[in-house]
């Protein structure tokens, strides 16, 4: 039954995904004066199954001095690691429960690095290794960050089920009680999926396309789909962990559509960072401010335990 339910899901998912897609190219398109797509169905909303099959019947191309297995392989990994993180899905019913899903989400997350990273090598491609590079040190020295906030409203649960959060969220949501984690976690989101404004890995003035650049057909939407499932997937963990986890409700589905929404808002209306900046940070901001916030709420709850 979990099975079942799993793959239901994920083809939902991927639904979501490619109107995801023209939600964003829409909103781009308003907030940059124009229509956005319109011509195919009603509103354009074919547009997104026009795109995918147009990527899917073009030609697969490769370097001729690729390193090929890898080279083929690095976008499935990236879209199974993808489909993995999906399985954390908090459901009441008939599934496996996981008892240890946040460490299951940051084993997937660091995970991910390794198909970034391969996909830019194996192209061996001067541009694609450079962008993958950037992308996997930012990734990397995000997710240390982004870790210690969660851990540090882990300590609010007592348990890394995401189920829980739900349970003690039920009188008050854990944004109110710590709002600058949630200011830098939002922020950890935008680099951890390689978003606006930190989108390094995609810098077209000095590196084309990153480390997808000699990419093309079915390994390019493969690349494509597994971000923006990613971009999903973390809207929903925002939701789970700070704002209130209310599965039962519609409410939820809206906080996590609106959260999308926010990511496409935020690639709209800001300038690329400078490389050094972003460095400086998550170093010199982010992590300070988690630790700091993490040894605060592990002396509050020594104290109320004593």
Same mark, same amino acid.
């Given at each position: 039954?979990? #099975?079942?339910?799993?793959?239901?899901? !994920?083809?939902?998912v991927?639904?979501?995904? *490619?109107?995801?897609?023209?939600?964003? %190219?829409k909103?781009?398109?308003? !907030?940059?004066? %124009?229509?956005? $797509?319109? =011509?195919?169905g009603?509103?354009?909303?074919?547009q997104?199954?026009?795109?995918?099959? &147009?990527?899917?019947? =073009?030609?697969?191309?490769?370097p001729? &001095?690729?390193? @090929?297995?890898?080279?083929?392989?690095? $976008?499935m990994f990236?879209?199974v690691? *993808?489909?993995?993180?999906?399985?954390?899905? $908090?459901?009441?019913?008939n599934?496996?429960?996981?008892?240890?899903?946040?460490l299951?989400?940051m084993?997937?997350?660091? #995970?991910?690095?390794?198909?970034?990273m391969? *996909?830019?090598?194996?192209s061996? *491609?001067?541009?694609?290794?450079?962008?993958?590079?950037?992308s996997v040190?930012?990734?990397?020295?995000?997710?240390v960050s982004? !870790?210690? !906030?969660?851990?540090?409203l882990?300590?609010?649960?007592f348990?890394?089920?995401?189920?829980?959060?739900m349970?003690y969220q039920?009188?008050?949501?854990?944004m109110f009680?710590?709002?600058?984690?949630?200011?830098c976690?939002?922020?950890s989101?935008?680099?951890e999926?390689?978003?606006s404004p930190?989108?390094?890995a995609?810098?077209?003035?000095?590196?084309?396309?990153?480390?997808?650049?000699? @990419?093309s057909?079915?390994?390019?939407?493969?690349i494509?789909?597994?971000?923006? #499932?990613?971009?999903?997937?973390?809207?929903l963990m925002?939701? +789970?962990?700070f704002?209130?986890?209310?599965?039962?409700?519609?409410w939820? @589905?809206? &906080?996590?559509m609106?959260? +999308?929404?926010?990511?496409?808002?935020?690639?709209?209306?800001? $300038?690329?960072? %400078?490389?050094?900046?972003?460095?400086?940070?998550?170093w010199k901001?982010?992590?300070?401010?988690?630790?700091?916030m993490?040894l605060?709420?592990?002396?509050?709850l020594?104290?109320?335990l004593?």
């Amino acid at each position: 039954m979990f #099975m079942l339910i799993y793959l239901l899901m !994920i083809v939902f998912v991927l639904i979501c995904v *490619s109107f995801v897609t023209l939600l964003e %190219r829409k909103v781009l398109g308003y !907030i940059q004066l %124009r229509k956005g $797509p319109n =011509k195919l169905g009603l509103l354009g909303l074919l547009q997104p199954f026009s795109d995918g099959l &147009k990527l899917f019947f =073009k030609e697969q191309t490769y370097p001729y &001095k690729s390193n @090929y297995m890898i080279y083929y392989l690095s $976008p499935m990994f990236l879209l199974v690691m *993808s489909f993995l993180m999906w399985s954390l899905f $908090p459901f009441f019913i008939n599934v496996c429960n996981f008892n240890y899903g946040i460490l299951f989400f940051m084993i997937c997350t660091g #995970m991910g690095v390794y198909g970034v990273m391969l *996909s830019g090598w194996s192209s061996n *491609s001067n541009y694609a290794l450079l962008g993958s590079l950037r992308s996997v040190a930012q990734v990397i020295s995000y997710e240390v960050s982004m !870790i210690m !906030i969660m851990l540090c409203l882990v300590i609010f649960v007592f348990s890394y089920n995401l189920l829980d959060f739900m349970y003690y969220q039920q009188m008050g949501w854990f944004m109110f009680m710590s709002l600058p984690l949630f200011f830098c976690w939002m922020s950890s989101c935008l680099a951890e999926t390689n978003r606006s404004p930190f989108d390094f890995a995609e810098g077209e003035s000095e590196l084309v396309s990153g480390f997808n650049v000699e @990419y093309s057909s079915g390994g390019f939407a493969f690349i494509f789909l597994s971000e923006y #499932m990613n971009i999903i997937f973390m809207s929903l963990m925002t939701s +789970v962990i700070f704002l209130g986890c209310d599965l039962m409700s519609l409410w939820f @589905y809206i &906080k996590i559509m609106f959260i +999308v929404f926010w990511f496409i808002w935020v690639r709209g209306v800001l $300038p690329r960072f %400078r490389y050094d900046k972003l460095m400086y940070l998550t170093w010199k901001l982010f992590l300070p401010l988690s630790l700091n916030m993490f040894l605060f709420y592990m002396g509050l709850l020594i104290y109320m335990l004593h």
